[in-house]
């Protein structure tokens, strides 16, 4: 976050300002993983560099895929599913458990071997939900207590898509499945039992995918290609939650937060909030993928729901 962008003050308890919030970090993530896949040059403005995203960069870097960092943009030039190449290290996904599940789906289809590991947090969260599946599609992956856990070894291979009914809602899973439904042979169907964020779903179409909707299915098609593009990352709309609750309670505030993500599986924070009567003002804006805006909160008087 720029110096320039945070004008918030606090005077006697009065909250009055404008600031941009860090970039979405989900959409930070699938930015560099969608980028990576495709063939030319994607430039990411307002990325999250916080160490979980770092943590992707570092794996696709150790993938063979080129990637510039500026105080501006991240650029990666991509060469495609093929450009991905098999790697001499083992590639550590750290804290990031987003990282680990959906590189999975990734490596699955890849046509080499490689080995994904993460921090002592990391190896203690559950990864069977999506080895499972994956392995249910033709995938080679083995590890601690049978892939449950990190280490994972991926001998990547052909695919076969298949109908998932997800038995938990889980943006993770849903798009490790996706991943591998994109490089599989057929149509992946996946069913959802409640609707998730949908940041992987919005960026196959920014990269000229496509992916349909179908009430609580998702369907995607195997053997697609991406072409580069430049993506804007909003504002990680649980970063501005903070503000928001703030700005609502602290006497004669007024805050204003300029670029937040308002995709509507995100803004539980806001539809609460409005239920609660806060004073507030949502402005969506025109733009390309991600659903993107401005929120003006204001000292409210609020009630219990």
């Not at 930015?31 to 896949?37: D, N, Q, R, T």
Request: hydrophobic share 40%; with cysteine.
């Amino acid at each position: 976050m720029k110096e320039k962008e945070i004008e918030l003050k606090l005077t006697n308890s009065v909250l009055q300002g404008t600031l941009e919030v860090p970039g979405d970090k989900s959409i930070s993530h699938r930015s560099v993983m969608f980028g990576a896949l495709a063939e030319g040059r994607t430039t990411i403005r307002h990325f999250l560099k916080g160490a979980d995203c770092l943590s992707t960069i570092d794996i696709f870097r150790k993938l063979g895929v080129q990637i510039e960092e500026t105080e501006e943009e991240i650029i990666v030039h991509g060469n495609g599913w093929d450009g991905l190449k098999e790697p001499v290290d083992i590639l550590d996904a750290g804290n990031s458990g987003t990282t680990t599940r959906l590189l999975l789906g990734i490596l699955a289809g890849r046509p080499f071997h490689s080995v994904l590991i993460g921090d002592e947090s990391i190896a203690k969260r559950p990864m069977d939900r999506v080895v499972v599946p994956l392995k249910n599609m033709g995938a080679q992956i083995s590890g601690r207590e049978d892939g449950r856990f990190t280490p994972l070894a991926v001998q990547g291979t052909t695919l076969t898509a298949m109908h998932y009914e997800l038995p938990m809602a889980s943006a993770q899973v849903k798009s490790a499945i996706i991943f591998a439904g994109l490089q599989a042979n057929g149509e992946t169907v996946i069913t959802e039992p409640l609707p998730t964020r949908d940041h992987t779903e919005k960026m196959i179409e920014q990269f000229g995918g496509k992916i349909t909707r179908r009430d609580n299915e998702i369907i995607v098609t195997g053997g697609q290609s991406f072409k580069g593009t430049d993506i804007y990352v909003p504002g990680d709309i649980s970063s501005a939650a903070f503000f928001l609750v703030a700005g609502a309670i602290a006497p004669n505030s007024e805050i204003t937060l300029k670029n937040v993500g308002l995709n509507p599986t995100r803004t539980g924070i806001i539809d609460v909030m409005e239920k609660m009567g806060a004073n507030m003002e949502v402005i969506l804006e025109e733009s390309k993928g991600e659903e993107i805006g401005t929120v003006i909160i204001r000292t409210s008087e609020l009630h219990g729901v």
